[in-house]
């Protein structure tokens, strides 16, 4: 059986656990919140950088994403200008973008990935 590995967790979530090869990083948004959807974007993405290190494993090996966005309509050119700069060259996972309600007003971004485990 494949064991279980959990990252930074507490009595609500583990931040990454990685399991059978795959590394699964929970919901990811930005510290500094007074930032615009760029700043935030970035936030995330070196938040989800960090789990996967963390991990033993990196954005090149990333299968999946689900990014959610507090306003589509307003934020999704400025998210994806930051995402297509930080996505590895030619390892673009699947992807799925969203709208909905945040868990805090001034969040807006949180971003979801699965990567694959280093060998």
Not at 91 to 107: F, I, Y
């Amino acid at each position: 059986m494949s064991e279980i590995t959990r990252i930074e967790t507490d009595t609500r979530r583990s931040r990454a656990v990685v399991y059978n090869g795959v590394v699964y990083v929970g919901g990811m948004a930005a510290d500094d919140r007074s930032h615009d959807i760029t700043g935030q974007t970035e936030q995330a993405l070196a938040r989800v950088e960090k789990f996967l290190a963390q991990a033993g494993t990196d954005k090149s090996r990333l299968l999946t994403a689900q990014i959610w966005l507090k306003d589509i309509k307003r934020d999704f050119e400025g998210m994806n200008a930051v995402w297509n700069a930080w996505t590895a060259p030619g390892c673009a996972p699947t992807r799925a973008t969203c709208q909905c309600e945040m868990g805090a007003p001034d969040v807006l971004v949180e971003i979801i990935v699965t990567a694959a485990a280093s060998q």
